[in-house]
């Protein structure tokens, strides 16, 4: 079956216009997690949604940055008047749910952002 | 807070050579930890995945290690080849924070033909 799946590939935009980046996760996985990788920050989680439960918002940096999903599948990634800071590589992950030990997340190809 | 450090931050190493990958964490309690391999310009793939009751895990030519009393794993290569060249990270799942992977900063490896 198909991989995660994330679009747009590539997104450039100018300084204080709001994106939305989206992520299809593999079917029949419960678990999205959303990531970022920027250049000097390495790999750092943002958001996790896990089934019908409130997700967990903890790494998300500012309040510029939202995350939402739908019918328990595709997810949307909105960051608000976006800042040159924001530039980075936005990793998509999926897993099958999650207990003690935990399963192997699955990545999608990112988008990349830039932010003039 | 969990940290991660991999070492060495790049290396490189003629065709055919075995190899050892590093990672360190500083708080043992962990679910899991998971090697990954990523393409310049591509997302992450998975390589193993070693649950916190395990010692290590197998695929192929890669065999990753896990001491979690000690905080560290190997990820050893064998019989490198020019198309293992990528970055190499490591990541582990905390007890503390059990949603999510806390990332070290890979290793960019560069296998020689």
């Known amino acids: 079956g198909a991989g995660v799946s994330q679009s747009p590939s590539n997104k450039v935009t100018e300084k204080g216009k709001d994106v939305e980046l989206r992520c299809d996760p593999i079917?029949?996985?419960?678990?999205l997690y959303w990531y970022r990788q920027s250049l000097g920050q390495g790999l750092e989680f943002l958001i996790y949604?896990?089934?019908?439960?409130?997700?967990?918002k903890s790494g998300l940096p500012s309040d510029r940055f939202s995350a939402e999903r739908t019918g328990g599948s595709v997810s949307t990634l909105t960051i608000q008047r976006t800042q040159q800071e924001d530039s980075a590589v936005y990793l998509c992950?999926?897993?099958?749910?999650?207990?003690?030990?935990?399963?192997?997340?699955?990545f999608g190809p990112g988008t990349r952002l830039l932010v003039l | 807070k969990q940290e991660v450090t991999q070492i060495p931050a790049a290396l490189s190493v003629p065709e055919g050579e075995n190899l050892v990958l590093n990672c360190s964490f500083t708080?043992?309690?962990?679910?899991?930890l998971q090697w990954f391999r990523q393409d310049p310009g591509k997302g992450l793939t998975s390589l193993l995945l070693?649950?916190?009751?395990?010692r290590e895990q197998t695929s192929g030519r890669l065999n990753a290690s896990l001491d979690k009393s000690s905080g560290r794993s190997t990820l050893y290569i064998a019989a490198s080849q020019p198309g293992d060249s990528a970055t190499y990270l490591c990541?582990?799942?905390?007890?503390?924070?059990?949603?999510?992977?806390?990332f070290g900063a890979g290793t960019i490896l560069r296998v020689k033909s």
């Open positions: 949604f896990q089934g019908n439960s409130a997700p967990d």
């Open positions: 992950a999926s897993s099958l749910v999650t207990g003690t030990g935990g399963q192997t997340q699955y």
């Open positions: 708080d043992s309690a962990i679910y899991n």
């Open positions: 990541a582990v799942r905390p007890v503390e924070y059990g949603n999510k992977l806390v």
């Open positions: 070693i649950q916190s009751s395990q």
């Open positions: 079917s029949g996985h419960t678990a």
